[in-house]
């Protein structure tokens, strides 16, 4: 017998044994009230801190609504982890920056990142890894 395979199953099974695997590399939790996407936006505005980053810009990057991405960093501001502040040539536009604390907290977790990373990549060839990425590429697109 033949098995079906279902691409969505096998991203969730995936994101699941991810997961479990940073829970194991970290030494202890570093904030359990981080959500995964709360720690992606932080990831991401950790690696583009030397640019402007705009609510926009994260709605973008992460395909979430203007609505989601309010509450997200209204979350993160709240919770000293963010800044919105104004630019002076818009005054509707709100840079988001990473506060101090978040960059250094940031910078200790991108170690057991880096960790996880070396492991999903073992055994798997530079043309694998670009193909891994092509398809990943192809199924956003998919979904957009």
């Known amino acids: ?8 199953y096998q991203i969730r099974t ?12 970290l030494p ?5 009230s981080i959500t995964g996407v709360q720690g ?10 030397q640019e402007d980053i ?12 203007r609505s989601t ?7 993160l501001e709240d919770r000293g982890i963010i800044r919105r502040t ?12 990473l506060t101090p604390e978040a960059i250094v907290r940031q910078e200790e977790f991108y170690q057991y990142l880096l960790q996880l990373e070396d492991t999903l ?11 891994f990425a092509k398809l990943c590429n192809k199924i956003k697109d998919n979904l957009l």
């Open 40 to 49: 992606q936006v932080i990831g991401f505005l950790y690696h583009h801190r």
């Open 28 to 32: 202890a939790p570093l904030d359990d």
């Open 1 to 8: 017998m033949e098995k079906e395979l279902h691409i969505g």
């Open 121 to 131: 990549a073992q055994g798997l060839t530079q043309q694998e890894l670009e193909t």
């Open 86 to 97: 104004s630019v002076a040539h818009d005054a509707r536009l709100k840079k988001v920056t």
């Open 69 to 75: 991405a309010s509450r997200l960093l209204k979350n």
């Open 14 to 25: 995936l994101s699941n044994l991810m997961k479990r695997k940073m829970l194991q590399l």
């Open 54 to 65: 705009y609510q926009k810009d994260l709605e973008q990057w992460f395909c979430v609504r």
